[in-house]
């Protein structure tokens, strides 16, 4: 990271090399700060209208252009929120079985020439 009060002393220097190269340097700390910005957000469960309106752009402008750049597969289950990633781990651990077991008595109930649809 570029010293900033550095940056904007040369962009606002005599010297248009210097000014034309601080301004673009600051430019490139801003886009990182900007992403990390809006990682921070989505990392707080903020949704993209909400990051759209803090930004002055719409939900769909903010969505289509940080999406790729600070991905975040959604807010956590609430059953997961608070949890060490161990016992995130044991509960989805868990749950899989639950659901194995769900589909062993299905198929069994099927089998057993009752009439079953799946969903």
């Known amino acids: 990271m570029h010293d900033v009060r550095q940056l904007l002393a040369d962009a606002g220097g005599p010297n248009p090399r210097l000014a ?26 903020y949704d993209w209208a909400r ?4 930004l002055g752009v719409s939900r769909q402008a903010a969505r289509q252009r940080f999406e790729r750049l600070a ?13 060490t990633p161990w016992q995130q781990q044991h509960a989805a ?6 659901d194995a ?7 069994s109930f099927a089998d057993d020439g009752h009439d079953v649809e799946a969903w």
């Open 51 to 54: 990051i759209g309106r803090l």
């Open 93 to 98: 651990i868990i749950e899989s079985g639950a």
């Open 20 to 45: 034309l190269a601080s301004v673009k340097a600051l430019a490139d700390e801003l886009d990182w700060l900007l992403v990390r910005a809006v990682h921070l957000a989505r990392a707080e469960h």
């Open 71 to 83: 991905p975040l597969v959604g807010p956590l289950p609430p059953h997961v929120r608070g949890r």
């Open 101 to 107: 077991r769900r589909r062993q008595r299905f198929e």
